[in-house]
């Protein structure tokens, strides 16, 4: 069956045919590509079509798909029973697993772990425990931050819903929507000036340590330790929210890549998700004992979830973090080093503009003569280019992200076949780029 016919069969019982958004190739065009399996950096579709994957389940798979042991170690858990509702051992060691990983000159920021299912839970619970920790209901984010899709936190959010074209979502109660500013990002006049106008109401500001979710556009030098600062002055709280950058940038996420050498800040509150669920579904909320102490049973923060520290997740996660050591980080610094700078020397041999903004081993191209910073400066790009690009890699066999305000992920696996790959495709992906014609406005 062929990924038109079957796209088709989805829809008749999934609303658009998919169960997250972006998947449905809305803004580059055509039926989304079905995947039967995965393994190193390739995936197969349902007719055994092997591509190179820059997807990379957006972000968990560092090692690569179905790495031996990640798989064992699952394949083990499963046999012992999918789910107890109770603690395990397990969950405690990967409480302290994260815990020791996060840590610079003796500073270890993240004092208690409250594992969940979903990123979105995670940044939702982390709202909750600011405001209950300081009695306040406004919360700031930036345009072009994606935070999950809880209610509060949808306002400009990037990735998915810039994709969509979507200002927010339909089903947000406007009282809700208030209690949340949404200021230009990489502005620390306009943070000031919230708190000025919003002076004893803002509980927290929520930020992605490095945004990835309107393309990769990273934070000025000293942004996120000013943010810190700032919110500390006014009695609030700074969560960051690392469910994309966390232990993928890095054994210690954005913030042990900002902090090495040096302790620039230390945040309230961090969620983790993707690469600490190793592939399943599992995320955390992290952060200062004082804080997280206010969860229930001990405080009167409320969160509960029936598959929350789940032992199979728990087992891929990990097993994950136990084998990203300092040598897969570097192959994978690497790999997207390579791959960023071959996309730029192709689509400067066709004399398309465009910038390749990173954040470590994150990257994206920005179709424009000057680097985004913020999420006015992304929009105004030429996403056009994007969909001819990305189709010309597609029928060369490499699978991009399908959507030009998404990152590129690489993995451990990515070997030089895997990138020589890549780099083949790429001229011809460059030469469609610039023949593509703007929409008529």
Same mark, same amino acid.
């Given at each position: 069956m062929t990924d038109g016919a079957l796209f088709a069969r989805a829809k008749q019982s999934i609303p658009g045919g998919v169960n997250s958004p972006v998947r449905a190739f809305r803004s580059v065009g055509g039926d989304p590509v079905f995947i039967a399996s995965a393994r190193g950096p390739f995936v197969y579709d349902t007719d055994g079509t092997e591509y190179v994957d820059l997807v990379c389940s957006w972000g968990p798979m560092i090692l690569g798909h179905a790495h031996p042991e990640v798989v064992d170690a699952v394949q083990t858990a499963a046999s012992r029973g999918l789910s107890f509702g109770a603690p395990t051992l397990a969950e405690v060691e990967l409480a302290e697993l994260v815990r020791d990983r996060v840590s610079a000159d003796g500073a270890r920021p993240l004092e208690r772990i409250r594992l969940v299912s979903t990123g979105t839970e995670a940044t939702m619970?982390?709202? *909750?425990?600011?405001?209950?920790?300081?009695?306040?209901? $406004?919360?700031?984010?930036?345009? @072009?931050?994606?935070?999950?899709?809880?209610? @509060?936190? +949808?306002?400009?959010?990037?990735?998915?819903?810039? !994709? +969509?074209?979507? /200002?927010?979502?339909?089903? $947000?109660?406007? &009282?809700?929507a208030a209690h949340t500013l949404v200021i230009p990002y990489n502005d620390l006049d306009a943070v000031e000036a919230a708190f000025a106008a919003h002076a004893g109401r803002i509980?927290? #500001?929520?930020?992605?340590?490095?945004?990835? =979710?309107?393309? $990769?556009?990273?934070?000025? /030098?000293?942004f996120n330790a000013a943010l810190s600062r700032i919110a500390h002055e006014h009695g609030a709280l700074l969560i960051v929210?690392? #469910?994309?950058?966390?232990? *993928?940038?890095? /054994?210690?996420?954005?913030?042990?890549?900002? =902090?090495?050498?040096?302790?620039?800040?230390?945040? &309230?509150? #961090?969620t983790y998700g993707k690469v600490i669920g190793g592939g399943m579904p599992l995320a955390a909320i992290a952060g200062r004992a004082d804080v997280l102490d206010l969860l229930a049973p001990l405080g009167p923060v409320y969160q509960a979830g029936t598959l929350s520290g789940n /032992? %199979?997740? $728990?087992?891929?996660?990990? !097993?994950?973090?136990?084998?990203? &050591?300092? &040598? %897969?980080?570097?192959r994978v610094d690497s790999a997207a080093q390579r791959v960023a700078q071959a996309a730029s020397r192709a689509l400067a041999a066709e004399g398309v503009a465009h910038v390749v903004q990173n954040a470590g081993s994150l990257f994206s191209i920005v179709f424009a003569d000057e680097a985004a910073t913020d999420y006015d400066a992304v929009r105004a790009q030429e996403s056009w280019r994007y969909p001819p690009f990305f189709h010309s890699m597609l029928d060369q066999g490499v699978s991009l992200p399908p959507s030009v305000f998404e990152a590129w992920f690489l993995s451990a696996s990515h070997d030089d076949d895997a990138i @020589? *790959?890549?780099?083949?495709?790429?001229p011809a992906a460059a030469r469609a780029a610039a023949a593509a014609v703007a929409p008529v406005a």
């Open positions: 619970t982390a709202i *909750r425990l600011a405001r209950g920790y300081t009695g306040r209901d $406004v919360i700031i984010k930036f345009a @072009g931050h994606y935070h999950g899709h809880s209610d @509060g936190l +949808l306002a400009e959010a990037g990735s998915g819903l810039a !994709t +969509l074209a979507i /200002p927010g979502s339909a089903g $947000v109660p406007a &009282d809700v509980a927290a #500001v929520i930020v992605e340590a490095a945004s990835a =979710n309107m393309g $990769v556009v990273p934070p000025t /030098p000293g929210d690392e #469910v994309l950058t966390g232990f *993928r940038v890095g /054994p210690a996420g954005w913030w042990g890549y900002e =902090n090495a050498g040096a302790l620039a800040y230390q945040p &309230d509150i #961090v /032992p %199979v997740a $728990v087992a891929a996660g990990l !097993t994950t973090l136990r084998l990203a &050591d300092a &040598d %897969v980080y570097r @020589g *790959r890549i780099e083949a495709a790429l």
